[in-house]
């Protein structure tokens, strides 16, 4: 037989493979995050005819005689490159601008926090799945469930941070945004606490509740209570004494936040002129009053008894004639203040600010949060992967951080079908992004792209290259059969020697 014939089959072989690669790619053009492939040929061993030889003293050398035994397939390769962006406007569509994949798992939902994908902060690597089956992906068409749980399309769980508040030394404090060790209840975290928020140690499955639990506030009375918020726009250097709020270390009781603010309000004379500066008491935006509707001075106690009086002097019940009339507004006033502060009693410093200045221009503020649910209005993606949601009485909360992953080799990655991937031992150990405020002596997170909310990757195939391709190997394709041919017509010439 022919070396020719069998070199054609070798040749229609990997065409046929290039083939399919190709109509994978052209197939695919539309799928969210598509990487495309490509195939890559190498020749075959050849066969030597002469063996080279090297100059001699009468005789130069000769090079060696081979004769090529056809063609084979030197790799499929993955082509990883970013597709480009294509807006949607869905809130839960997100697309990686940059290195990164998300992480998805498989498994049943973590008994605690503690319990979740176990991740080393300094080396950034999973030590512990902890029975969660990792899987990576850059589709970021994302959906929720009816428990609110953060999904992909095929119902596998988004991994990432829970968060928490910060104190002045960098600890954590309160509850983290998601507390699997209360069955996945979303707790409040603000993301604008004066000393910053952190990430959790490990990755849990991520949740956009639909109500979000507020702890009621608990300010201690050590060291003077805490520091209330200057919302003025006078020179803070012109404060000789901050004004301190605490509830004596108990937890607030009411069933509705409360707003304190201190605001100077002048005093004037007859003729309108300015005689002096008094520090007042604002509830929720008003003016304290007392029952008989007058503004009252500062008042170092607020409790429910002064909120009382505040609302009825607002409701007009001392003008009021009609006992009936009365006993209902009185009624009214004490329901009020009892919703508003409960049995709670809110202490106030009053602040010293030097003579000679406008006082008008200065006030402090705070609100005392009430314990009970709070229903989320709306939420956000960050470029960092935070997971914001705004709430109906207006205050932002962190939900979490989508976790995401990187690896040295990325087309090592194997793909599992449905825009999943899973590390190999040639595309190494995934490098898992460090959470917000992590130490910057450790911190990873520069390397990563940025999440664009309202954004999908596209796929990443050049229709003009892969029918360009599709050319060049359905003529390859048709040599090489032309070759079995030839080869086929050669022989026939042979067998007809013998006539």
Not at 244 to 271: M, N, P, S, W, Y
Request: proline share 2%; aromatic share 6%.
């Amino acid at each position: 037989m022919l070396r020719s014939m069998y070199s054609g089959i070798s040749g229609m072989k990997v065409n046929q493979t290039k083939l399919d690669v190709v109509g994978n790619n052209i197939a695919n053009v539309g799928t969210t995050a598509f990487k495309g492939s490509r195939v890559r040929f190498q020749d075959m061993l050849s066969q030597n005819m002469a063996e080279a030889i090297g100059p001699g003293r009468n005789q130069g050398g000769s090079n060696p005689r081979q004769v090529g035994l056809g063609v084979q397939v030197a790799g499929i390769d993955t082509v990883m490159s970013q597709g480009m962006m294509q807006p949607t406007g869905r809130n839960l569509d997100v697309g990686i601008d940059g290195s990164g994949y998300f992480m998805v798992g498989r498994g049943s939902l973590p008994a605690g926090n503690g319990a979740g994908v176990q991740v080393d902060e300094a080396s950034h690597t999973i030590t512990s799945g902890n029975g969660m089956q990792i899987s990576y992906s850059r589709d970021g068409a994302l959906t929720l469930d009816h428990q609110g749980n953060l999904l992909n399309s095929d119902g596998y769980r988004i991994l990432g941070y829970a968060i928490s508040q910060k104190d002045e030394n960098g600890n954590l404090v309160g509850a983290e945004s998601i507390d699997y060790n209360a069955n996945g209840v979303c707790n409040f975290v603000d993301v604008d606490s004066e000393n910053g928020i952190k990430a959790g140690s490990t990755l849990v499955p991520l949740r956009i509740p639909e109500a979000v639990h507020v702890n009621a506030s608990k300010i201690a009375d050590t060291s003077g209570g805490k520091e209330m918020t200057f919302t003025g726009i006078g020179t803070v250097d012109d404060i000789t004494t901050k004004p301190r709020i605490h509830t004596g270390g108990k937890k607030f009781e009411g069933e509705k936040d409360l707003k304190i603010e201190i605001k100077f309000v002048a005093e004037k004379d007859a003729t309108g002129k300015i005689t002096g500066y008094k520090a007042h008491n604002f509830v929720n935006g008003e003016q304290l009053l007392d029952e008989n509707g007058k503004t009252v001075d500062f008042q170092t106690n607020i409790t429910k008894d002064v909120l009382e009086k505040h609302f009825k002097g607002k409701n007009g019940w001392a003008k009021e004639t009609d006992a009936t009339k009365k006993d209902e507004l009185e009624k009214e006033a004490q329901d009020l203040a009892q919703k508003l502060i409960g049995g709670s009693t809110i202490t106030l410093t009053e602040p010293a600010v030097k003579d000679g200045i406008n006082k008008a221009n200065y006030s402090w503020g705070f609100v005392v949060d009430a314990d009970g649910m709070k229903k989320v209005t709306s939420f956000s993606v960050e470029k960092d992967g935070v997971v914001k949601a705004t709430l109906d009485d207006g205050k932002v909360t962190a939900l979490g951080q989508v976790a995401t992953a990187s690896f040295r080799n990325t087309a090592g990655l194997k793909k599992l079908g449905k825009n999943l991937y899973q590390n190999t031992a040639n595309s190494g150990e995934p490098n898992v992004r460090s959470g917000i405020g992590t130490d910057k002596s450790i911190d990873n997170s520069d390397s990563y792209g940025d999440m664009l909310q309202g954004m999908l990757e596209m796929s990443n195939v050049d229709l003009a290259e892969q029918f360009t391709d599709m050319i060049v190997a359905s003529r390859a394709f048709q040599a090489s059969g032309k070759m079995i041919s030839t080869g086929d017509e050669i022989l026939q010439d042979i067998i007809n020697l013998k006539r």
